[in-house]
C-alpha cells in the first residue's frame, strides 16, 4: 500500500500525487489516447474518433458515478454533501463501461463511423485503462478481498481501508487494534492480470482477423464480465452497500447473457472469416 505517490512544492505550493487520483488520470488520458491510435490505424479519421473515445469517457465518469450512488446510498444519504465532493472516490466500473459505450455507440452513429470496427479498437484502450485503475486501487488499498490464508494473500498495514475494515466486523472488537491484519485476497491484482491477458487475446483476435468485426470487443467484455462475477466473491463488501448480496451477481449473469446473445449474432450475420491485411501481406510475400 503506498497512497502517496510523491509530495513536492513547486513555487512556494504544496503539491500531493495520490496513487488513486494519479493512477486514474493517467487510465483516462491513456485510455483515449490508445483507443484514437488504434481506431486511425484501422482507417477511422483521428479527429471523430477521439472526439468519440473523449464523450465516451466523459460519459463513462457519470455513469460509474450514478452506479455508486445507487449501491452505497446509505453512505451518501448519511452526509449528502458527499455527491458533490469534487474527489476521486465513488466510481463503480460497470456503470462506466455500460454508460460510457452506450455514449460512444450513438456518437460513433451520428458521426457515420463504422461503430463495430471502432468498438475493437476500443479494446486495448478498455484494457490498458482498466490495469492503471486496478493500480491505483491497489496502491490505495481500497477494492481489497477477502480474508485469505493462500500463500499470496496481500496484508495491508495499520489504519488501511482493510485494516478498518476487519476491526469493524471482528467479533473481538477493539481486541483488532492488538492483532496484526490479517492476508486478504488481492482481487485488485485478479483484476490487473484478467484485463491483460483478456485484452491481450481480443486484441490478437482482432488484429489476425479471426473474428467479424466488433466481435473482439464482445469477446473481451464477456470474458471480463464473467471474471468479474467470480472475483465479486473474493471481495470484502463494504458496509455502505446494504443492498442483497445476489444483486451484483444477477447484473453480471444478465450482462453475460446479452453479450453471449451479440456474440453469437455477430458470428452469424458474419461468418466468414476474413484475412487481415497484414496476413494477405505475408501470404504474398
Not at 7 to 26: D, E, N, P, R
Not at 177 to 200: D, M, S
Not at 255 to 283: F, Y
Request: proline letters at 6%.
Amino acid at each position: 500500500m503506498h497512497p502517496i505517490l510523491a509530495s513536492f512544492s513547486i513555487g512556494g505550493t504544496h503539491v500531493v500525487l495520490h496513487s488513486y487520483a494519479t493512477f486514474y488520470v493517467l487510465a483516462w488520458v491513456v485510455a483515449v489516447a490508445l483507443g484514437t491510435v488504434a481506431a486511425h490505424r484501422s482507417g477511422i479519421a483521428w479527429p471523430r474518433a477521439l472526439l468519440t473515445f473523449v464523450v465516451a469517457l466523459v460519459a463513462g465518469i457519470v455513469g460509474a458515478r450514478l452506479l455508486d450512488l445507487a449501491v452505497n446510498w446509505a453512505y451518501y444519504a448519511a452526509d449528502p454533501s458527499r455527491m458533490y465532493q469534487p474527489t476521486f472516490g465513488g466510481f463503480s466500473l460497470y456503470g462506466g463501461l455500460i454508460l460510457g459505450l452506450a455514449a460512444g455507440a450513438g456518437l460513433a452513429r451520428l458521426l457515420r463511423l463504422e461503430v463495430w470496427r471502432l468498438g475493437d479498437s476500443a479494446v486495448p484502450a478498455l484494457a490498458v485503462g482498466i490495469v492503471f485503475m486496478r493500480i491505483g486501487c491497489f496502491l490505495n488499498g481500497c477494492c481489497f478481498g477477502k480474508v485469505t490464508s493462500l500463500p499470496w494473500g496481500v496484508t495491508f498495514p495499520y489504519g488501511s481501508p482493510a485494516w478498518t475494515h476487519q476491526l469493524l466486523t471482528n467479533p473481538s472488537g477493539i481486541l483488532g487494534f492488538l492483532v496484526r491484519t490479517q492476508p486478504v485476497h488481492p482481487t485488485q491484482i485478479y483484476e490487473i492480470i484478467a484485463a491483460a491477458v483478456l485484452g491481450g487475446l481480443a486484441t490478437w483476435l482482432a488484429v489476425r482477423g479471426r473474428l467479424p468485426s466488433g466481435a473482439a470487443l464482445v469477446v473481451f467484455l464477456l470474458g471480463f464480465t464473467l471474471f468479474r462475477l467470480g472475483n465479486n466473491y473474493l471481495r470484502a463488501t463494504l458496509p455502505t452497500f446494504k443492498l442483497p448480496g445476489w444483486f451484483f451477481p444477477i447484473v453480471y449473469l444478465v450482462v453475460c447473457a446479452v453479450l453471449a446473445a451479440l456474440l453469437a449474432w455477430r458470428m452469424r450475420s458474419s461468418p466468414r472469416v476474413v484475412a487481415s491485411p497484414m496476413e494477405d501481406a505475408t501470404r504474398r510475400l
